[in-house]
């Protein structure tokens, strides 16, 4: 039996990046080209009618932009949307990680067209991307992460292991798919006078870190920095890999980056980072996995646990994305399963702080 085409559709009001982009979709047997919008209001409406598999969306468009079509969407017809975008204009940068925290997947560059050096890379990357999303089963804008405590009354789903320890010195925190709103909530509920460093691992397109560091910073009590090899970390920062590069924690007071070597890991790996903090904290670690896809994490996060460390999953209902949380759940890696503001507070219970 023939697979089924992934039908996309396209949103993009530049007439050349279309010709671009159409080209590229309609000439990959896996993909069924639905339509065309040239703005974000046809895009909400080619959306309810023909129900695409994913969509490619700018973030510049008349009547209705990327950020609005993209919160229409997934409150009426959920969709994987993949945010197509220039990454040299600064306010484009910062409208495109508003777009993510609308309930957008995933974030990257517009690929080159036909004569560019570099056209048949971004063309493979963008199909590959548009496959890759077209997979991922999204919930809708999510059940909103500000909950009630009634509402978040969530059990632990492993008993705490005796050995865990009650002096800790490192919270790790690994993102992909709705991974920007899960870790802005997450962030703005730790307090500025938070004790330990934070290391962050977020899966995006190397060329929005900048602009994700900045947005999340608007959140977040404390500094949010893209990290640097080398870089000595201290309590009450949060320390975010940079695009394209492995961050890990090379001892107890210094950080370290790394180009991909294994392309089986994700890059940013979370995996990476958290082997690390097994290797150097061990028990004194609070590691956090949060929205995303693909099972990057969950492998390391039950290492740590075994090693006594404190351990945290995303939970399904505020999760654009359940992979990488349910892998770690399924292999019983994680103490416990809330959402984002939930583990903040339970955070500062565990190590003794007011937030």
């Given at each position: 039996m023939e697979k089924p085409k992934i039908k996309v559709l396209i949103a993009e009001d530049s007439i050349v990046i279309q010709k671009v982009l159409r080209n590229m979709v309609e000439n990959d047997d896996r993909f069924e080209l639905i339509g065309i919008a040239f703005d974000g209001r046809q895009a909400v409406e080619l959306a309810l009618k023909h129900k695409p598999d994913v969509i490619s969306m700018d973030v510049?468009?008349?009547?209705?932009?990327?950020?609005?079509?993209?919160?229409?969407?997934?409150?009426?017809?959920?969709?994987?949307?993949?945010?197509?975008?220039?990454?040299?204009?600064?306010?484009?940068?910062?409208?495109?990680?508003?777009?993510?925290?609308?309930?957008?997947?995933?974030?990257?560059?517009?690929?080159?067209?036909?004569?560019?050096?570099?056209?048949?890379?971004?063309?493979?990357?963008?199909?590959?991307?548009?496959?890759?999303?077209?997979?991922?089963?999204?919930?809708?804008?999510?059940?909103?992460?500000?909950?009630?405590?009634?509402?978040?009354?969530?059990?632990?789903?492993?008993?705490?292991?005796?050995?865990?320890?009650?002096?800790?010195?490192?919270?790790?925190?690994?993102?992909?798919?709705?991974?920007?709103?899960?870790?802005?909530?997450?962030?703005?509920?730790?307090?500025?006078?938070?004790?330990?460093?934070?290391?962050?691992?977020?899966?995006?397109?190397?060329?929005?870190?900048?602009?994700?560091?900045?947005?999340?910073?608007?959140?977040?009590?404390?500094?949010?920095?893209?990290?640097?090899?080398?870089?000595?970390?201290?309590?009450?920062?949060?320390?975010?890999?940079p695009g394209g590069k492995h961050i890990f924690l090379r001892s107890?007071?210094?950080?370290?980056?790394?180009?991909?070597?294994?392309s089986n890991l994700s890059v940013p790996s979370v995996n990476k980072l958290f082997e690390s903090a097994e290797n150097i904290f061990g028990k004194k670690t609070i590691a956090v996995i949060l929205s995303g896809m693909g099972c990057d994490g969950a492998e390391q996060m039950k290492k740590l646990k075994n090693a006594g460390a404190y351990t945290y999953a995303q939970d399904e209902k505020t999760c654009l994305v359940y992979g990488m949380p349910k892998e770690a759940v399924t292999e019983g890696a994680v103490i416990k399963v809330l959402p984002p503001t939930d583990i903040s507070t339970d955070i500062c219970q565990l190590i003794k702080i007011n937030n």
């Amino acid at each position: 039996m023939e697979k089924p085409k992934i039908k996309v559709l396209i949103a993009e009001d530049s007439i050349v990046i279309q010709k671009v982009l159409r080209n590229m979709v309609e000439n990959d047997d896996r993909f069924e080209l639905i339509g065309i919008a040239f703005d974000g209001r046809q895009a909400v409406e080619l959306a309810l009618k023909h129900k695409p598999d994913v969509i490619s969306m700018d973030v510049n468009m008349p009547i209705v932009d990327g950020v609005e079509a993209t919160r229409q969407i997934m409150d009426v017809q959920p969709t994987p949307i993949v945010i197509v975008s220039s990454y040299y204009n600064s306010s484009e940068i910062d409208m495109a990680i508003k777009v993510l925290d609308a309930g957008a997947v995933n974030i990257m560059e517009k690929p080159n067209g036909p004569g560019h050096p570099k056209y048949e890379y971004s063309r493979k990357n963008y199909l590959n991307i548009l496959k890759l999303m077209a997979e991922i089963k999204v919930v809708g804008r999510r059940q909103k992460i500000k909950v009630t405590e009634k509402e978040t009354s969530y059990k632990p789903i492993l008993t705490v292991p005796k050995k865990v320890s009650t002096d800790y010195e490192i919270l790790v925190v690994g993102a992909s798919a709705g991974g920007p709103e899960s870790a802005r909530h997450l962030f703005e509920k730790l307090p500025a006078n938070f004790p330990l460093p934070v290391v962050f691992v977020q899966h995006i397109d190397p060329h929005f870190a900048d602009g994700f560091a900045v947005w999340l910073n608007t959140y977040s009590n404390m500094p949010v920095v893209i990290a640097y090899d080398n870089q000595e970390f201290l309590p009450g920062k949060i320390y975010m890999s940079p695009g394209g590069k492995h961050i890990f924690l090379r001892s107890k007071t210094t950080l370290g980056l790394l180009s991909e070597t294994n392309s089986n890991l994700s890059v940013p790996s979370v995996n990476k980072l958290f082997e690390s903090a097994e290797n150097i904290f061990g028990k004194k670690t609070i590691a956090v996995i949060l929205s995303g896809m693909g099972c990057d994490g969950a492998e390391q996060m039950k290492k740590l646990k075994n090693a006594g460390a404190y351990t945290y999953a995303q939970d399904e209902k505020t999760c654009l994305v359940y992979g990488m949380p349910k892998e770690a759940v399924t292999e019983g890696a994680v103490i416990k399963v809330l959402p984002p503001t939930d583990i903040s507070t339970d955070i500062c219970q565990l190590i003794k702080i007011n937030n």
